[in-house]
């Protein structure tokens, strides 16, 4: 229960009226709104800006400090030590598991990383241009069509055994939508390899060669699905939310988690970086893009800076930027003419005034499309990577509001339409 309390005071009615304020164990408070409606009276916050719409206990975020927790656990800690698999059982556990732990787990989603062969068919049936993320929003979604009939969503196993085949299967989606789209082979899961490996494996091999994949280029990817496992109530994870609070199957939650990060605002911004590190080509244009940034009758933006959330470095911006190292030096790609760019470009905008101001430093989308491109994937693939790294934390997410009482997620509004009128004649 509560102790403290705020008092809002509305012209019109007669009393103040109080409202509990919950401490979380860390963070601010939050004020507990939801007597209000039983005042006739609404907040109102587009964008959630100041709404908490839940209580977790998944991840944390200092915006301002730029630190970001894991079930407490900083991000930098599980980039250096921890692996993508471990911080997926994590997310969903609560603990690190123990040894014996860890290797169930690790089998468990080996076991289920195929896909039924009539998925097979969906793909042939998308054009070869199409979007990778139209084909994987597509394919999770049709996910329910295999595996929702023996899914009870109020049954904590039967949630656990949709978390892992999600998150098994998610590689193997996501590297199909790219086999479609290259017109080879798809590439059927090894499970004498790791969840990075393996994934590289399906993207780039082939029936006709021995599996060959660098042990650095598949830490890098590694560390990159580790980076965007979860980021607690983004737009994605939300949607994820709120498709899960009207009782909906795992499988279509996460592809309306998929839809909302396709977005260029989203998921969709390291794409975007890499497009505006195209179009400014040369580092003799940099200073006239920063210009254009800063102009407001210009939409454009440098894209990879600024969050909602942080207002200091992403730190996961750090850990991917020593990656971006690591990874261009293994392919002797260091001189890369867009890293270069991307370099000086960072350089310029953090000693601008503008971006100073207004705390705008890069985020996790500014080196993750350099390391995407240099180990081959195409740019169309980058939020389809983001997508199978960000899986485990919406399947959280998903989970843990299943395991706690809920009610359906329904925003209300400021009506600013027409009131009532008559239909003519
Ligand atoms: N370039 C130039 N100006 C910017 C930028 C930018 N990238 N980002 C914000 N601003 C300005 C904005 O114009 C505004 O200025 P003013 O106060 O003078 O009107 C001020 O900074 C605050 O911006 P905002 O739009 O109110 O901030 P927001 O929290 O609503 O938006 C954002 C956050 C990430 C959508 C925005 O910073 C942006 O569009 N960044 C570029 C896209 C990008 O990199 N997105 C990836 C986000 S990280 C991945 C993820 O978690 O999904």
Redesign the pocket.
Known sequence: MSEKKARLSIDGIDEPIELPVYAGSTGPDVVDVRSLVGQGVFTYDPGFVSTAACDSDITYIDGGAGVLLHRGYPIEQLAEKSNFLETCYLLLNGELPAADEREVFENTIRYHTMVDEAIHQFFRGFPRTAHPMAMLCGVVGALSAFYHDNLDIDNSEHRLLAAHRVIAKMPTLAAMCYKHGMGQPFMYPQNSMGFAENFLHMMFGTPCEEPKVSPVLAKAMDTLFLLHAD?EQ?ASTSTVRLAGSTGTNPYACIASGIAALWGP???G?NEAVLDMLYEIGDESRIEEFIKR?KDKDDPF????????VYKNYDPRATVIRGICDEVLEELGSENDPLLRIAKKLEKIALEDEYFIE?K?FP???FYSGIILKAIGIPTSMFTVIFATGRTPGWIAHWHEMLSESYRIGRPRQLYKGYTKRDYPG
Do not use: K, S
Request: glycine share 16%; hydrophobic share 40%; no cysteine.
């Open positions: 980021h983004n605002a989203h998921g911004a940034a933006r440098l894209m990879g800076f600024g969050h909602r207004r705008l985020n996790v989308d």
